[in-house]
């Protein structure tokens, strides 16, 4: 297993969840930031499958597609759950978060100005459904009795709500309750408190 390398562009984006995943299991991994000017060149686009970054290496192996990512971490990092039940259910909410994911990221990217305030109106009907299966759980994760990729990629997408919108969590007290103990669990914490975090952007366009 690694050394790990991950090849992205100076922002948290796609990396945020999969670094601090790296950081609380006490990985350690390289990164090369990739200016965007050099991306334009198109030299590296053109060797990625999809044309895209985030690249990671692992070994020998070299994986694209920020989940796959996430979920080559969870093998390899006991992160999967305990059994093939587990593991279903986990890939059901790391889907799930993905489609909060990708909302977000059209906000962003494509509508910020129109779009913001009513992002943020209809968020409770996408948090509360998180919530529910949190609150159902009783364990402080989403499945079984500690944090897999899944919980990873849920508490990272979370904290850049709580950019966006201070008391988005304020009705979901399962959330809310996640987001602490997982800040608070000492290699995140430390790790979010690091400047290799705090310095880099969430997303690219500088919106937030
Ligand atoms: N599904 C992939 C994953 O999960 O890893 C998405 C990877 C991805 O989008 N990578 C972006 C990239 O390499 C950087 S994230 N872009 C360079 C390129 O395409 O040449 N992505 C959709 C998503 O995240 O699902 C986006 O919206 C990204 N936007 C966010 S930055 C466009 C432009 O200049 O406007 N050519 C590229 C914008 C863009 O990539």
């Known amino acids: 297993m690694g050394p790990y390398t991950i090849t992205y ?123 529910a299966v949190m609150a159902k759980n009783k364990t402080g994760f989403l499945v079984g009795d500690k944090p897999s990729f899944a919980d990873y990629s849920l508490f990272e997408v979370l904290l850049n709500h709580l950019v966006l919108c201070s008391s988005c969590l304020d009705t979901s007290p399962s959330l809310k309750s996640f987001v602490e103990k997982m800040s608070a669990r000492p290699k995140i914490k430390a790790f979010l408190g690091s400047d290799a975090y705090k310095k880099l952007p969430i997303n690219g366009n500088g919106k937030q």
């Open 9 to 131: 562009f100076g922002v948290r984006g796609r990396c945020g969840a999969m670094r601090i995943m790296m950081a609380d299991q006490g990985q350690e991994w390289k990164e090369i930031l990739m200016d965007f000017a050099d991306w334009m060149k198109g030299d590296l686009k053109a060797s990625c499958v999809f044309g895209q970054l985030p690249k990671f290496e692992d070994g020998g192996l070299v994986l694209y597609q920020s989940n796959a990512i996430l979920r080559h971490l969870g093998r390899n990092h006991d992160a999967y759950g305990k059994d093939g039940k587990e593991a279903a259910l986990i890939d059901m909410m790391c889907d799930g978060v993905e489609d909060l994911r990708l909302k977000y990221g059209k906000m962003i990217y494509q509508e910020y100005d129109t779009g913001k305030d009513p992002y943020i109106k209809d968020l409770p009907n996408h948090l509360d459904k998180f919530e």
